[in-house]
């Protein structure tokens, strides 16, 4: 058999001739990725559409935002789940019944007739979709040799990084050319062909290698509670201004309450529902440290670049996806090139160098101005793309590559979930500090705007005179001036907040640099497959 599969703990006619035919193991790559890359999509794919269910199912803005929040929060939930489900259920199981579950739940969204109905099939879409990004990493780690880890965690974290491009892009043509509904509908084709290729490929779980311990029902229930609550603070407190809701504030006291009773309780209990345990261990400190980091960089940062292209450039919501394609494709390329370099270089490295490349990308798009344009925005977003390329890939193996085999699982449940938080604690911050620069910008450009300042009565007398010639009267022409003067300084605001937004970012990528001393050099990634 060959070492790819000699790890596995179950055996099967599939696994008997992937030990024949290597071509099997990528088949399983191919599955697992396909998987994956439905859920990342699905995380943004619903933004673009908001407004047109809005007006279809009759709600307000903050009721059609918890679309996301459900989805959002039931992916922060599975996440750390998926160990435990694992063994009780079976890998293979496991991860057919999450696709299942998906599809079924992507059918009721796009049938949903109410809001109410929506939000509950969104949080079923969660519970399925986290359920296949938690298992596809460490299924990809069970199925490839040293030789090849590279390789296929590229396969996997092309999904991961490629899926917030294309999901605008594709969700804003299919409600345009469609109906929002089909934003949905579309996940069952690819759906119905991932179960097909999972039941095919897929090695049959050995009922021997279950583990049938008792229910942390205490552990699962503290999690989800504080989990929940910490995910819907972070989606609604920009909304809701924070902690003057009272909402926010009763949120936030629940989180903190359940989250540190679930961690003395996980401590102490033995067969816990997520083992908190791994911690000790300097590579998946760090490596879930910088995860949130990433997380914050990779969704965060990508949150912000369509706001400013239709905000700022005008940009139509399929316009703002194309804008994005570049970075997808670089991102793609630089994936499967950090794949073939990982061994040779080490992950750390390649870590090291992805973080200066984001952070340079960050400082330069810190300059943007009125006159900057789509053509402007290329290079910046293609090595954006590059620079996360670099990092995703060896950040996983640094972090999980030097464990001892029987914590690997737990651990990549923890990483994943802190890379989750990270994209969702880098939306909330991001869109605050957005929020607060623009109007803290605003105030100080409008005390430049008075009676006493020449320039700004010479501009104001101009535009009135502009007016008047286009048939205003003296009092409507004024009026029209100042209107223009004050959308002037909105739109200035607005551009100096994202430039205080992006170089916030690549500081914060620059000062968390050391965190890569600390991580693993990657291990024997065979004994990480061993784990699984």
Request: aromatic fraction near 10%; charged fraction near 10%.
């Amino acid at each position: 058999m060959s070492d790819a599969l000699a790890h596995l703990k179950y055996s099967s006619p599939i696994a008997e001739r992937a030990a024949a035919q290597g071509w099997i193991k990528w088949a399983i790559a191919v599955t697992v990725a396909l998987g994956a890359i439905l859920e990342v999509i699905d995380m943004s794919i619903v933004n673009v559409a908001l407004p047109h269910m809005q007006g279809n199912l009759g709600a307000t803005l903050s009721e059609i935002g918890w679309v996301i929040t459900g989805y959002s929060m039931a992916n922060v939930v599975i996440i750390p789940l998926t160990a435990w489900l694992d063994e009780r259920f079976g890998r293979r199981n496991y991860f057919i019944f999450s696709l299942v579950a998906f599809v079924f739940a992507s059918i009721l969204c796009g049938l949903a007739t109410n809001l109410a109905m929506l939000i509950f099939a969104r949080v079923l879409q969660g519970l399925g979709g986290g359920s296949m990004l938690g298992k596809a990493q460490s299924i990809l780690f069970q199925t490839f040799s040293k030789a090849e880890q590279g390789a296929a965690q590229a396969a996997f974290g092309l999904s991961v990084i490629m899926g917030p491009a294309i999901g605008p892009t594709l969700g804003g043509y299919l409600t345009d050319a469609l109906n929002w509904r089909w934003i949905f509908f579309i996940n069952i084709p690819f759906g119905i062909i991932a179960v097909i290729l999972a039941m095919t490929f897929l090695p049959v779980d050995d009922p021997a290698h279950r583990h049938r311990k008792s229910v942390d029902w205490t552990g699962i229930v503290l999690m989800i509670i504080g989990l929940a609550s910490l995910q819907v603070i972070l989606e609604e407190g920009q909304q809701d201004d924070w902690f003057a809701s009272r909402f926010i504030t009763t949120m936030a006291i629940t989180s903190v309450v359940a989250l540190i009773v679930f961690v003395w309780w996980e401590l102490r209990v033995e067969h816990p529902a997520v083992d908190l345990r791994v911690l000790r261990f300097q590579s998946v400190a760090a490596g879930s440290a910088y995860s949130i980091i990433l997380g914050a960089g990779l969704y965060g940062a990508l949150f912000a670049i369509p706001i400013f292209a239709e905000n700022n450039l005008r940009f139509t919501a399929m316009q703002t996806g194309e804008l994005l394609i570049p970075s997808a494709l670089a991102s793609g390329v630089a994936m499967i090139l950090t794949g073939k370099l990982i061994n040779r270089v080490g992950p750390r490295t390649l870590i090291a160098a992805g973080s200066l490349i984001t952070a340079g990308v960050m400082f330069s798009l810190a300059s943007i101005n009125p006159d900057t344009g789509a053509g402007d925005l290329f290079w910046p977003l293609v090595f954006r793309g590059l620079g996360s390329a670099m990092m995703f890939l060896p950040l996983s193996i640094a972090t999980l590559g030097s464990l001892p085999k029987r914590f690997v699982p737990a651990a990549s449940g923890f990483y994943n979930l802190t890379r989750q938080l990270g994209g969702s604690l880098g939306i909330a911050l991001l869109t605050t500090m957005l929020a607060r620069r623009e109007a803290a910008h605003r105030a100080a450009l409008v005390e430049h705007i008075s009676p006493l300042s020449q320039s700004a009565m010479m501009r104001v007398h101009s535009l009135t005179a502009f007016f008047q010639k286009l048939g205003s009267s003296a009092h409507d022409a004024q009026f029209r001036a100042f209107t223009a003067i004050d959308q002037i300084l909105t739109g200035q605001a607005a551009l100096k907040a994202f430039d205080d937004l992006f170089t916030y970012v690549g500081v914060a990528f620059l000062i968390t640099l050391p965190l890569v001393l600390f991580l693993g050099r990657g291990g024997d990634k065979a004994a990480v497959a061993d784990a699984h």
